[in-house]
Every structure is written in structure tokens, then in C-alpha cells.
């Protein structure tokens, strides 16, 4: 008998967070969250996690459970959402799988084989004409891709990580899922993302996320040096990386939010790309998911 599992997704401050919260508290639920940046201490505010007494008393797994200073994938968030998901049903209680990292839902669903990935020649010898900072932010524009500080200097390291997520992206067809998931997508229309995504990036802003990231970069630094604290920094996406340039005083206050507004919406697109392709989704409309989502929930899951 399939393990039943809820997962729920979609893009950037289409309120999943809040949505996961109100389902797992009425239907004996626990959290696990597939974002790539929840799962590191000290990355609060940039990552949006729900902090410990936002979460109701429900149980939340892969938030704060690694330093920032260490390295996380695809392939190691499927081996412990799969060891959480065993627990979680071992006690009795429904599995929540939250998140906007499309590769980490859709491998853990599907149950993909990372370590099988092909070279790919063809890809390889393009990417090689690259530079290493070319490379790096062709790898941020992947989604559930980091790399730690070390390996995101190393030319051969960016060129494979690329290729594996080039390889689950267009080559991967799913496999019958392990799960009986019921997996629920949210969306927006345009402009209400963009507005949202907008008052999110002012809010963490005003809450102090310029602080985050600076004290972030003196913990790594006092753990190993200054350039893999920058390294690391840089690696925790677009918006980290656009604070840290407006901490070194290469962008103004303006226009580093203007671009981290602007790099949020382009990930929000990118993870609707990636989720719509799964046509097994129920779509709800974010603004009022939850009359919909509850009934989802007690019909599939048979409660």
C-alpha cells in the first residue's frame, strides 16, 4: 500500500507556509520542508521560514538543520524527507512535504535516481567556454542547486552540478510515484504576485534582513575565512547575493531592492515553469486556498 503523502507547492509568497500550517493542525499533520535555503541555521528572514512560535506546535523537519557553512542537495533532501516520511506515518500522523524547491518535491515524488546521471558531452563542452562567475549564475538559475563554498570556485564541480540539474529538468520522465500524493499547487495572477512579492522583499527589508546576512557572513568567517564566508553568502541565491553587494558599497540601497524584487518575480516564474509540467497538481488560487485544500485533503486522504 502506498505511503499517503500531501505535498504542497508554487512560487515564492503564494502563502504555502500558511496554507501547511492551518491543513497539518487539522488533520494530524507535520512539516517537512523542500526549500533549499530553510534547511540552514541563521537563515531566517531571507529563506521565510516559519519560526518556532509561528509553527503551532507542529512538528517541522529540514529547517535549521545545518550550519551555514555547509553544503546541501537534491539526492540528501530525498533521503531524509523519505526517513522523516516513514517516522512521521510510523506515529500515526499525515506527512506535509512544503516547499518551492521544484527539483527536491519532484524527485522525492518520483522517486529519482540522482546518482544515475549521465555525462552529457554535448552540454559539457559548451559550459567549459564559460567562466567560473558565468557558471555560478547560470547554477543559480536552477532550481534545488547549491553548492558549498569551495566547490562553487571549482570550474568542474559548477559544470557537473549544472548537468544533473540540466539532466532532471529535460531528460527525467516520472517514474510511478511511491506515494499516494496528493499534491496541491498554489498560484496568483501576475500582478498580484508581483505586488506580494514586492511587500515580502520591503517587509524582510524593514525586519532586518541586511543584519541577517551580515552577521551570517562574520559566523562562517569565524569558522573558516573570509573568502568561503563570501563564497558561501553569494551561494544562498540572488537576493543574498545582491545584499552582500550593497554591503560592499557596490550598489545603493535602491537599487539592491529593486533587483532583489525584481530576481524574486523571475524565480517565482521559474518555479511555476517547473511545476506546472506535473499534471497530476490541483491548482487552487492563493488568495482563498483553504476551503478547497481542506476538502482535498478529507476526500483523498480518506479522513
Known amino acids: 500500500m502506498s505511503t499517503p503523502l500531501v505535498t504542497i507547492v508554487g512560487p515564492t509568497a503564494s502563502g504555502k507556509t500558511s496554507l501547511s500550517l492551518a491543513l497539518a493542525k487539522e488533520f494530524e499533520g507535520e512539516i517537512i520542508s523542500a526549500d533549499s535555503r530553510q534547511v540552514y541555521k541563521g537563515l531566517d528572514l531571507m529563506s521565510g521560514k516559519a519560526r518556532p512560535n509561528e509553527r503551532q506546535g507542529i512538528p517541522h523537519y529540514l529547517i535549521d538543520e545545518l550550519r551555514p557553512s555547509e553544503t546541501f542537495s537534491a539526492a540528501e533532501f530525498k533521503n531524509r524527507a523519505t526517513e522523516y516520511i516513514a517516522e512521521i506515518r510510523n506515529r500515526g500522523k499525515l506527512p506535509f512535504v512544503v516547499g518551492g524547491t521544484g527539483l527536491y518535491v519532484t524527485g ?38 547549491t553548492l558549498n563554498a569551495a566547490d562553487r570556485q571549482n570550474k568542474y564541480r559548477l559544470i557537473r552540478a549544472i548537468e544533473k540539474a540540466h539532466h532532471q529538468t529535460e531528460a527525467d520522465k516520472p ?16 500582478t498580484v504576485l508581483r505586488e506580494k512579492i514586492a511587500a515580502r522583499v520591503e517587509n524582510r527589508l524593514a525586519a532586518g534582513v541586511i543584519d541577517e546576512i551580515e552577521n551570517l ?12 564566508a563570501v563564497n558561501q553568502i553569494r551561494s544562498f541565491g540572488l537576493g543574498s547575493k545582491l545584499i552582500w553587494e550593497y554591503l560592499n558599497e557596490n550598489l545603493s540601497y535602491e537599487e539592491m531592492k529593486d533587483r532583489f524584487i525584481r530576481a524574486e518575480y523571475q524565480y517565482a516564474k521559474r518555479q511555476m515553469t517547473w ?4 499534471a497530476s497538481l490541483y491548482w487552487l488560487n492563493a488568495e482563498h486556498p483553504l476551503p ?7 476526500e483523498r486522504m480518506l479522513i
Open 217 to 228: 557572513y562574520e559566523h562562517i568567517t569565524s569558522q573558516t575565512d573570509a573568502q568561503h
Open 275 to 278: 511545476f506546472r509540467r506535473d
Open 292 to 298: 478547497e485544500a481542506r476538502k482535498l485533503v478529507s
Open 175 to 190: 517514474k510511478e510515484s511511491p506515494y499516494d500524493a496528493l499534491q496541491i499547487g498554489l498560484y496568483l495572477p501576475r
Open 108 to 145: 522525492l515524488v518520483y522517486d529519482y535516481d540522482f546518482a544515475a546521471t549521465p555525462a552529457d558531452k554535448h552540454l559539457r563542452r559548451t559550459l567549459e567556454t564559460y567562466s567560473v562567475e558565468e557558471l555560478q549564475t547560470k547554477l543559480e538559475t536552477l532550481p534545488g542547486r
